[in-house]
């Protein structure tokens, strides 16, 4: 470990229940940990993992401790949860490495990047720079509900579905580059959902035989289903 990632090592070891950094929507509230949705479906120590994971991600440290109990086979699903809820780290590559001590529990995980933390800033005000325009005429708008299908129609404008993009499991895919697949498509619209502080989830369902990433958002107390994909590829509504 480098000096760095042993120093969050020691830090995280004795610090229970730690949250990642603090984020705020596009009017100042703040984004709360408890009330994101793929979170709140783990168990404490699952829920411990997916913090540690999302901090360490933050900060660009790869290497992250498991100090509860976690199977190998959850822990796939912890970072696939930290990437729904979390879709402004968009450099957290959805692969992982486990390392164990001889046949124990995993000890702990190395997390991969898309970027380098040195070029970070840029890649960071690069996504910035590019969601503000529709943050801007999104937050105008009166009410949720006309924000919403605003934010769906802005990114059916302007995306296209490209498997070959660069990042396209990431929003930055899509909100930067204008192409993606479904997965950056539905991160794209969750990020801007809670910038504009409305309720949201990426779902994850099968069509076929694919698994497909699509949105779910509560406006005016109603549930709705938003599927970016469906609309740049079919041009349906």
């Known amino acids: 470990m480098t000096p760095l990632t042993l120093l969050i090592s020691l830090i995280l070891s004795f610090t229970s229940g730690i949250a990642p950094l603090a984020r705020t929507d596009l009017f100042g509230n703040p984004i709360q940990i408890n009330s994101l949705y793929h979170r709140a479906g783990l168990s404490d120590a699952e829920q411990d993992l997916y913090d540690r994971i999302a901090l360490s991600a933050r900060l660009f440290v790869q290497d992250v401790d498991v ?3 976690v199977e190998m086979g959850r822990i796939l699903d912890v970072l696939t949860a930290v990437r729904l809820d979390n879709p402004d780290i968009f450099w ?7 390392f164990f001590y001889g046949e124990a529990d995993v000890v702990f995980v190395r997390l991969f990047f898309d970027i380098d933390k040195a070029n970070a800033a840029d890649y960071i005000a690069r996504f910035n720079a590019a969601a503000a325009p529709v943050l801007a005429e999104a937050a105008l708008l009166d ?3 006309a924000r919403a299908h605003f934010v769906y129609h802005a990114l059916a404008a302007s995306g296209e579905y490209y498997i070959d993009a660069d990042f396209n499991q990431s ?3 899509a ?3 204008g192409e993606a697949v479904c997965m950056g ?3 794209a619209f969750q990020f801007y959902m ?3 502080g409305i309720d949201g989830v990426v779902l994850l369902s099968y069509v076929g035989d694919e698994l ?3 949105n779910r958002v509560c406006l005016d107390g109603e549930a709705m289903y938003f599927d970016v994909t469906r609309r740049v590829v079919a041009g349906s509504s």
């Open 143 to 145: 009410g949720d509900r």
């Open 194 to 196: 809670q910038q504009l």
């Open 185 to 187: 498509l539905a991160l």
């Open 175 to 177: 909100i930067v580059l």
């Open 92 to 98: 957290l590559h959805y692969g992982l490495q486990a």
């Open 171 to 173: 929003a930055f895919s």
């Open 212 to 214: 497909h990433a699509l």
């Open 67 to 69: 100090l509860g109990a």
